[in-house]
């Protein structure tokens, strides 16, 4: 191509690099290796959840390729608290050349600055979709002002922690921690506890033993009981294990007979581990032991009492339903939980961890393990139910709430029918009173930003605190609540140690020390890259993460600003794809807690719903509705940018129908698209025309005045520039086929949306939707170039040559000797001629050609020759109706007109249409 996306070198606006191209090889080599180990390359990213979080890497090369465009305003440094402003060789001079060099075939020159202390002066940009605050953390490194807003208010809370993350003292949010650790961790970790199978038993106590009041060893400030059953049970040994996680089964009694029913899918407990490797620890349903065997599939022999069971074969069915052990009754989970008023919670197994075996140096197997529950772990845990009950005053510290009738709760996966009407019920007893006496420790640090990390670690460790967790069977691990981005009930929980012990997932001190090692790389930010291969961290830039940065709570909106901003880099909602003031709730509750009195947006019984923009069936908010929200937004967006300003976004959505109404969007608001790049996605599916979602980065700029076209002329464009586009990826990178068809797209974009509105097809204005079908056509199936477009083509050739033909003819379906044979060309005395409507040799071979139409129909005669012919009688003022009489007038004879009109700028083509075709249809 002549020259790259974006404005002809004659505009005053210049052509961005990430306009120009994107080193999507370098930028997907790194985002492999984030999206499995966030915690070494983007700790910040880890803080907290939040759904659907992109990729630093992917956002620091849209900042690099976006920002970076004025040698003028752009330092460079080596990584290093001690590097100076020349440690970059080159200053610049060099900075001008790294920007200038990319283009579509070599993007990387630029790339060279990724693993650099990089500073661009005097720009402002915009996310007003912050959401997780990927975009701010990494505008923040080039020392930009950034600016973002999220309608969410826990969205606003995680991205405000991990701006001021790096302007926290590390030794006092240390200090703080270790003062609640102090007020609580003892008061929390006695409740997980179980007697060690490594451990010794001793002499049960004697009745005037002053320990034989306090069985558990809880030290408690409360007297607890227990049942003689149990008491007679007890017996006191010279140590504990800790509990990692405690196994629960939601019970029921079978209707029919009355039967208590455990609903286990199968009695799988975990799968074994060391000397076990490849076995299976199973619950026996006839002695409830956990024991080990060697296929959960097959039919197995409990080691404990001889028992010969199926352990894949539980009582549960994939419908949902449960069968009676005893009568063999089947009834529906949900239609017994409503009759019954609920269901039981049992407790049925442990895994456990053990310090004390662990610092003796035992073997690991006999340090960490499963085993049975026994009248320790049930009177451990009535003991924690009897003090939620006596503690009043923790209630304040536990939402009180209903949960809000939505989409996830009352349609998708109805959690109401399952016995979950307030916040409370998706927690137990003892979880309540640990989160609780925890949160309220928090309360009580008097450093507004230490305690805001510490209820954000709180926070983040909930996911690995309700009964919604399950464990991973294959990994032996707990899983969070939101693994599915939904609230899905289950009939086997597992119940997390609230504090944690030195194993284990999702704690809170484990949180803390994700959060710590968080704050630690705000104020000493690094970057990981590949070289050669091998991935290589920098030393520590001088600027910590978040400087002149901030951030706010509303509906994007109601952003007053015009003209002010120099990027918008931003990933906006995609249609239904999540619902996250549903899902956000679950955090909301409890930070609201300590936040209430601090800001007004946490004052409400659940976020923002309504304002939301994305299609929710609950609120009878349609594909519309968000069609219309987003180009309100966009509508905003345009206005808050600088007439230079540049749109930067991801985008993740599969269909044709999608992109059109996101281009249309972009257009009619006053956007061109310039640029689209695939960053992390399964795009090779997009070229067979499979269905698809992807990951893309989109680049618009505000547009000029759109001209008219014809359709029939764009699409020659459209072809042109997608082969063009093709060859120079295939010849110059190494690119995935779905990859280079990504970027195709995005430059076919360009051409449309320097249009958009003004498209005609046949005397019709073509839709945004329309186009970007015709666009995946394209780049899915190739160039179906034929002689006439092939001779269009030339028309707009200025002085046409032999060799243009020839050029033009590359990749087409059409040849030279074709458009000879057409007398559609000839060379004569060495001038090149094109077989116009006026060339005697073209109107002698036409006349021949409807002299000896067979039929009379015009079937034997391309609508080209149709359409010169009628010109050439219209230039003499000759009739045309006779031939129109008999000739078919089909749309693409009228786009070829306007085709025509556009190639020659030839309106009597167009008149010809309007004026004479449309008489005799």
């Known amino acids: 191509m002549a020259q790259e996306s974006g404005r002809s070198a004659d505009d005053e606006r210049n052509t961005l690099p990430i306009e120009r191209g994107f080193p999507i090889e370098r930028v997907n080599e790194i985002a492999a290796k984030e999206g499995r180990a966030k915690i070494h390359y983007r700790p910040i990213a880890t803080m907290h959840k939040w759904w659907a979080r992109r990729l630093g890497c992917v956002f620091r090369t849209i900042c690099l390729y976006a920002l970076v465009d004025d040698p003028e305003t752009v330092s460079v440094r080596e990584p290093g608290r001690n590097a100076s402003l020349d440690?970059?060789?080159g200053g610049t001079s060099d900075v001008q050349r790294l920007v200038e060099s990319v283009d579509l075939s070599d993007p990387e020159s630029l790339w060279e600055l990724y693993p650099k202390d990089v500073q661009v002066e005097g720009k402002k940009i915009?996310?007003?979709?912050?959401?997780?605050?990927?975009s701010l953390v990494e505008a923040s490194r080039f020392g930009v002002e950034s600016v973002?807003?999220?309608?969410?208010?826990?969205?606003?809370?995680?991205?405000?922690?991990?701006?001021?993350?790096?302007?926290?003292?590390?030794g006092e949010l240390d200090a703080a921690f270790e003062s609640v650790e102090d007020d609580v961790r003892e008061e929390i970790t006695r409740y997980y506890r179980t007697p060690c199978p490594n451990a010794e038993r001793e002499d049960p106590r004697a009745d005037d033993d002053p320990a034989a009041d306090d069985l558990l060893g809880l030290d408690a400030d409360f007297e607890?009981?227990?049942?003689?059953?149990?008491?007679?049970?007890?017996?006191?040994?010279?140590?504990h294990a800790e509990v990692m996680y405690e196994f629960w089964v939601k019970e029921l009694d079978c209707v029919s007979c009355g039967t208590t029913v455990p609903l286990f899918k199968d009695y799988r407990v975990a799968s074994g581990r060391y000397e076990d490797d490849g076995r299976y620890n199973v619950f026996c349903p006839a002695c409830e032991s956990v024991v080990v065997v060697d296929d959960w599939q097959s039919e197995s022999t409990c080691s404990e009492c001889g028992h010969e069971w199926v352990p894949e074969r539980g009582t549960v069915s994939r419908g949902r339903e449960y069968t009676c052990t005893d009568c063999g009754q089947r009834y529906a989970i949900t239609d017994a939980i409503r009759e019954q008023g609920g269901f039981d919670l049992r407790q049925y197994a442990v895994e456990y961890y053990c310090e004390t075996c662990d610092d003796r140096g035992l073997d690991r197997s006999e340090v960490k393990g499963y085993k049975s529950v026994g009248a320790f772990d049930e009177a451990l845990y009535d003991a924690a139910e009897q003090a939620w009950e006596e503690r009043d005053e923790l209630r304040e510290y536990v939402p009180d709430e209903a949960i809000p009738e939505g989409h996830l709760t009352a349609e998708r996966n109805p959690i109401f029918d399952h016995g979950y009407h307030d916040w409370t019920d998706m927690f137990n007893a003892r979880q309540l009173l640990c989160l609780s006496s925890l949160l309220r420790s928090i309360d009580r640090?008097?450093?507004?930003?230490?305690?805001?990390?510490?209820?954000?670690?709180?926070?983040?460790?909930?996911?690995?605190?309700?009964?919604?967790?399950?464990?991973?069977?294959?990994?032996?691990?707990?899983?969070?609540?939101?693994?599915?981005?939904?609230?899905?009930?289950?009939?086997?929980?597992?119940?997390?140690?609230?504090?944690?012990?030195?194993?284990?997932?999702?704690?809170?001190?484990?949180?803390?020390?994700?959060?710590?090692?968080?704050?630690?790389?705000?104020?000493?930010?690094?970057?990981?890259?590949?070289s050669d291969g091998e991935t290589v961290e920098t030393p520590p830039f001088a600027k910590p993460i978040g400087d002149d940065a901030s951030v706010y709570q509303g509906d994007m909106r109601t952003i007053d600003a015009e003209d002010e901003y120099d990027a918008v880099i931003t990933d906006p909602p995609y249609y239904d794809n999540l619902m996250y003031s549903e899902v956000s709730d679950y955090f909301y509750v409890w930070q609201k807690l300590l936040l209430e009195d601090e800001y007004d947006w946490f004052e409400y019984d659940k976020t923002p719903r309504a304002e939301s923009i994305v299609t929710n069936p609950f609120l009878d908010k349609t594909t519309e509705d968000f069609e219309s929200e987003l180009h309100e937004a966009f509508t905003v967006i345009h206005r808050a940018l600088k007439d230079d300003g540049v749109l930067a976004f991801t985008y993740h959505h599969s269909d044709s129908e999608s992109w059109g109404e996101l281009l249309a969007a972009l257009c009619d608001v006053?956007?061109?698209?310039?640029?689209?790049?695939?960053?992390?996605?399964?795009?090779?599916?997009?070229?067979?025309?499979e269905a698809v979602e992807f990951d893309i980065v989109i680049v618009a700029r505000p547009a000029d005045e759109r001209e008219p076209i014809s359709w029939n002329s764009l699409r020659r464009r459209i072809y042109r520039t997608a082969e063009e586009t093709r060859e120079r990826l295939e010849t110059d990178r190494n690119l995935a086929q779905g990859d280079i068809g990504v970027v195709e797209m995005g430059r076919c974009f360009h051409e449309y949306s320097k249009h958009h509105g003004e498209v005609r097809r046949a005397g019709?204005?073509?839709?945004?939707?329309?186009?970007?079908?015709?666009?995946?056509?394209?780049?899915?199936?190739?160039?179906?170039?034929?002689?006439?477009?092939?001779?269009?083509?030339?028309?707009?050739?200025?002085d046409p040559t032999f060799d243009d033909l020839n050029k033009l003819a590359r990749g087409t379906d059409a040849t030279p000797e074709q458009l000879e044979d057409a007398r559609l060309y000839r060379t004569e005395d060495g001038d090149f001629r094109l077989g116009?409507?006026?060339?005697?040799?073209?109107?002698?071979?036409?006349?021949?050609?409807?002299?000896?139409?067979?039929?009379?129909?015009?079937?034997?005669?391309?609508?080209?020759?149709?359409?010169?012919?009628?010109?050439?009688?219209?230039?003499?003022?000759?009739?045309?109706?006779?031939?129109?009489?008999?000739?078919?007038?089909?749309?693409?004879?009228r786009a070829l007109c306007e085709g025509l009109a556009d190639a020659t700028g030839d309106d009597a083509y167009r008149k010809l249409l309007e004026a004479r075709l449309g008489e005799f249809e």
């Open 87 to 89: 440690s970059f060789v």
């Open 126 to 134: 915009l996310d007003p979709f912050m959401g997780g605050g990927t």
């Open 148 to 170: 973002g807003y999220d309608l969410n208010p826990v969205a606003w809370l995680v991205t405000k922690k991990q701006l001021e993350a790096g302007r926290t003292d590390l």
């Open 224 to 239: 607890y009981e227990i049942g003689d059953d149990a008491r007679d049970e007890l017996a006191a040994h010279d140590h």
């Open 445 to 530: 640090i008097e450093d507004r930003n230490l305690r805001e990390l510490l209820l954000l670690t709180f926070s983040d460790s909930l996911m690995f605190q309700s009964t919604f967790t399950i464990y991973n069977l294959a990994a032996n691990k707990i899983e969070g609540t939101f693994r599915l981005n939904s609230f899905v009930p289950q009939v086997e929980i597992v119940e997390n140690n609230v504090w944690g012990t030195r194993a284990g997932r999702g704690t809170f001190s484990n949180t803390y020390e994700k959060v710590r090692r968080a704050v630690e790389y705000a104020a000493n930010p690094t970057e990981r890259y590949v």
């Open 670 to 689: 006053g956007f061109e698209v310039t640029a689209t790049a695939p960053v992390s996605a399964d795009s090779n599916k997009f070229i067979s025309g």
């Open 764 to 798: 019709d204005i073509m839709t945004a939707k329309e186009v970007v079908e015709e666009i995946y056509g394209v780049v899915q199936h190739g160039s179906d170039i034929g002689e006439i477009d092939l001779f269009l083509d030339l028309l707009e050739v200025p």
């Open 836 to 893: 116009t409507w006026d060339d005697d040799k073209r109107i002698a071979y036409l006349r021949d050609r409807v002299e000896s139409d067979r039929d009379g129909d015009g079937a034997d005669l391309t609508d080209l020759d149709k359409a010169q012919f009628l010109r050439y009688r219209w230039e003499h003022d000759k009739s045309l109706a006779e031939y129109v009489d008999r000739w078919s007038v089909t749309d693409d004879l």
